[in-house]
């Protein structure tokens, strides 16, 4: 079976600090993507960033970046300079080979002003 | 830029009735979803349409069917409502041809069945 486990389900961390989410998989596939998607309380779900899983080089968007260790089969997730609009569910995901996203059970991370 | 638009953000309905949630996207995508959100759970699949009239079930269909008559248009219906499917239901939409390809997500339907 493919699956994505997030194992962290609340974090906390403290304005303009850096947190990091963690992400496990389980896939036979070699060639897939990896999600980060946000979910804020307006319940709009957003992507964050994503990473092919052929590709090295971990992605970059502005303050967040990933941690891609595909021997390992993980894919966390850090927040720099973490800001109050950070505070949000967020959900890793796998298409698998794919169209169809499998999500993890989500963290719920908390900013502390 | 893209929207996808869920018919309700709140529904109240009754064990037994016949429940229709609606979705429609402005961007001539293929795809479409239905999840399901349970606290703890995260999101699962329901359905999946890759195109008008093509249906795929996901990993948890059972006690719902889907109808995509347009390609701008998909419907999740609950045949008969029952308590253990009041959940939140998210209904995305994404261009097919690529595995690199953005999910766009709605607002949003929270249901309560009674």
């Known amino acids: 079976a493919q699956t994505v486990t997030q194992s962290q389900p609340e974090m906390s961390v403290q304005e303009a600090e850096t947190v990091t989410l963690s992400c496990t998989y389980d896939t036979s596939e070699s060639d897939y993507y990896l999600f980060w998607y946000k979910q804020p309380p307006s319940r709009q779900m957003i992507l964050v960033i994503r990473q092919e899983a052929y590709k090295q080089q971990n992605a970059t968007e502005n303050r967040f970046s990933v941690n891609f260790q595909k021997a390992a089969k993980s894919f966390s997730l850090k927040i720099s300079d973490s800001q109050l609009g950070d505070a949000a569910m967020y959900f890793c995901?796998?298409?698998?080979?794919?169209?169809?996203?499998?999500f993890g059970t989500g963290t719920r991370l908390t900013i502390i002003p | 830029d893209v929207k996808v638009t869920q018919s309700s953000r709140y529904l109240v309905k009754r064990t037994g009735e016949k429940v229709f949630l609606e979705c429609v996207q402005d961007m001539d995508h293929e795809n479409m979803f239905w999840y399901r959100q349970d606290p703890g759970l995260g999101l699962r699949l329901i359905y999946f349409?890759?195109?008008?009239?093509?249906?795929e079930k996901g990993d948890i269909p059972e006690g719902y069917s889907v109808s995509r008559e347009k390609k701008e248009r998909f419907s999740l219906i609950l045949e008969s409502a029952s308590t253990n499917q009041t959940s939140m239901y998210l209904c995305?939409?994404?261009?097919?041809?690529?595995?690199?390809?953005?999910?766009?997500f709605g607002q949003g339907t929270r249901l309560t069945v009674v």
């Open positions: 995305a939409s994404s261009p097919s041809g690529g595995m690199n390809t953005e999910a766009f």
């Open positions: 349409s890759y195109d008008v009239k093509m249906k």
């Open positions: 995901a796998s298409n698998f080979g794919n169209e169809k996203l499998t």
